[in-house]
T-cell receptor
Framework: GNSVTQMEGPVTLSEEAFLTINCTYTATGYPSLFWYVQYPGEGLQLLLKATKADDKGSNKGFEATYRKETTSFHLEKGSVQVSDSAVYFCALSGTGNTPLVFGKGTRLSVIA | DTAVSQTPKYLVTQMGNDKSIKCEQNLGHDTMYWYKQDSKKFLKIMFSYNNKELIINETVPNRFSPKSPDKAHLNLHINSLELGDSAVYFC???????????????FGPGTRLTVL
C-alpha cells in the first residue's frame, strides 16, 4: 500500500538557518504530494502541493519538488523564522477522493 | 467564514460514556473524512464519506459510528469510551473533480478528546 516516510524530529534551528525536511514515499500509480503544517494548538493547513513529477510546490518561502526517480518530496526553506516553529507533515494521495496518507510528522523549533 | 468547523474543541469525559463530535463544512465539497491524531502526532484515516455514503472504514472499532445527515455534515459518535480513545480527532473535506485531479483536503481545527 501507499506509505510516507519523513525524517524524525525534533529539528531545532537558529533563525535564518537553512531547513530541509526529508520525505520519501511508496505508492502505486501517480500520487499527488503535499506538505501540511500544524502550528501549536491548531489544525492542519496545506503548505504546498505538487501533482505530477518535476512539479515544484512553493508557499511562504517553502519549496518542495516532486522527484519520481527518487520518490522524494523534500521540504526546504532558505531562511527560517521563529514563526515557522510547527509540526510539518508530508502526505500523499492517490487519484480521486482517496484519504491522505501521512508521514509521522517532524517538529521544527526555531530559536531567535 | 470558517470552512470546516468542529464542535466541541475540547471534550473531557469518563470511561464508558458515549459522546459525539460534530463536523460541518461550507465549501460545497462532496467528500468528508475523520482522522485520528495520537499522542505522538501520528495522523491516520478513520472514515471517509462521499455524498453521504461510507466509502472507507479503516479497521476502526464498532464503538465508532460516523453519521452523515447531508453532504455538509459528518458526525462521529463514540460508544463506551476507552482510555485509548484519547486523541485529537480531525474532520476534513475535499471535492472530487474527476479524472486525475489531486485531492486537496481542508481540515477542521480538531477536537481534543480526553478519556479519564
Amino acid at each position: 500500500g501507499n506509505s510516507v516516510t519523513q525524517m524524525e524530529g525534533p529539528v531545532t534551528l537558529s533563525e535564518e538557518a537553512f531547513l530541509t525536511i526529508n520525505c520519501t514515499y511508496t505508492a502505486t500509480g501517480y500520487p499527488s504530494l503535499f506538505w501540511y503544517v500544524q502550528y501549536p494548538g491548531e489544525g492542519l493547513q496545506l503548505l504546498l502541493k505538487a501533482t505530477k513529477a518535476d512539479d515544484k510546490g512553493s508557499n511562504k518561502g517553502f519549496e518542495a519538488t516532486y522527484r519520481k526517480e527518487t520518490t522524494s518530496f523534500h521540504l526546504e526553506k532558505g531562511s527560517v523564522q521563529v514563526s515557522d516553529s510547527a509540526v510539518y507533515f508530508c502526505a500523499l494521495s492517490g487519484t480521486g477522493n482517496t484519504p491522505l496518507v501521512f508521514g509521522k510528522g517532524t517538529r521544527l523549533s526555531v530559536i531567535a | 467564514d470558517t470552512a470546516v468547523s468542529q464542535t466541541p474543541k475540547y471534550l473531557v469525559t469518563q470511561m464508558g460514556n458515549d459522546k459525539s463530535i460534530k463536523c460541518e463544512q461550507n465549501l460545497g465539497h462532496d467528500t468528508m473524512y475523520w482522522y485520528k491524531q495520537d499522542s505522538k502526532k501520528f495522523l491516520k484515516i478513520m472514515f471517509s464519506y462521499n455524498n453521504k455514503e461510507l466509502i472507507i472504514n479503516e479497521t476502526v472499532p464498532n464503538r465508532f459510528s460516523p453519521k452523515s445527515p447531508d453532504k455538509a455534515h459528518l458526525n462521529l459518535h463514540i460508544n463506551s469510551l476507552e482510555l485509548g480513545d484519547s486523541a485529537v480527532y480531525f474532520c476534513a473535506s475535499s471535492s472530487w473533480e474527476g479524472g486525475l485531479s489531486y485531492n486537496e483536503q481542508f481540515f477542521g481545527p480538531g477536537t481534543r478528546l480526553t478519556v479519564l
